[in-house]
T-cell receptor, first 115, second 113 residues
Framework: EPEVTQTPSHQVTQMGQEVILRCVPI?????FYWYRQILGQKVEFLVS????????KSEIFDDQFSVERPDGSNFTLKIRSTKLEDSAMYFC?????????????FGSGTQLSVL | DQQVKQNSPSLSVQEGRISILNCDYT??????FLWYKKYPAEGPTFLIS?????DKNEDGRFTVFLNKSAKHLSLHIVPSQPGDSAVYFC????????????FGTGTRLTIIP
């Protein structure tokens, strides 16, 4: 079965450093998302991306965050200057169809630890 | 701002019995609800969904019930199996902003053999 792949599985960084989290969505999918889960809290929407532009973003997704689809296969989340509160599990997701939410496939996540 | 709430962080159920996971929501604009299941070191996987025009949806051992007036939904698993042990997330969607799933905090279900 096709799957969303995320790398790395764990990332440790110093506060103030830039990090790039990488995702390879399912190949025929057109809609891409980042969610995150801070330990003990709910899974939170960060951003959605379609047709090479952001289609919606949450209040969490401030100027420190950016997303990019640099080629036909990768989808990245960059945090420019990490803060302690950015420590979380970051999930990438993709879907073929915006309206069919049960067809939203999640990756296994990148655990980001900011020290 | 907890628009979707799962008030039980954990639940233990004997194998073969019924597991009932509950979820409450506050936003009346939500009109589509989903349950996701998550194993350790994996991403959430879709389990079952229900539209607000229905009050019940069944798929094998899994049934979701929706009570719109109470803004409450529940997931029933019967009979419960050891492989059902996982974290279950309730999520909601509004047609108005249908890019964004709003999740609850999850309930860890443990099935006791």
């Amino acid at each position: 079965e096709p799957e969303v792949t995320q790398t790395p599985s764990h990332q440790v960084t110093q506060m103030g450093q830039e990090v790039i989290l990488r995702c390879v969505p399912i190949s025929n999918h057109l809609y891409f998302y980042w969610y995150r889960q801070i330990l003990g809290q709910k899974v939170e929407f960060l951003v959605s991306f379609y047709n090479n532009e952001i289609s919606e973003k949450s209040e969490i997704f401030d100027d420190q965050f950016s997303v990019e689809r640099p080629d036909g296969s990768n989808f990245t989340l960059k945090i420019r200057s990490t803060k302690l509160e950015d420590s979380a599990m970051y999930f990438c997701a993709s879907s073929a169809d915006r309206t069919t939410n049960e067809k939203l496939f999640f990756g296994s996540g990148t655990q980001l630890s900011v020290l | 701002d907890q628009q979707v709430k799962q008030n039980s962080p954990s639940l233990s159920v004997q194998e073969g019995r019924i597991s009932i996971l509950n979820c409450d929501y506050t936003n009346s604009m939500f009109d589509y609800f989903l349950w996701y299941k998550k194993y350790p070191a994996e991403g959430p996987t879709f389990l079952i969904s229900i539209s607000s025009i229905k009050d019940k949806n069944e798929d094998g051992r899994f049934t979701v019930f929706l009570n719109k007036s109470a803004k409450h939904l529940s997931l029933h698993i019967v009979p419960s199996q050891p492989g059902d042990s996982a974290v279950y997330f309730c999520a909601a969607l509004s047609n108005f902003g249908n890019e964004k799933l709003t999740f609850g905090t999850g309930t860890r279900l443990t099935i006791i053999p």
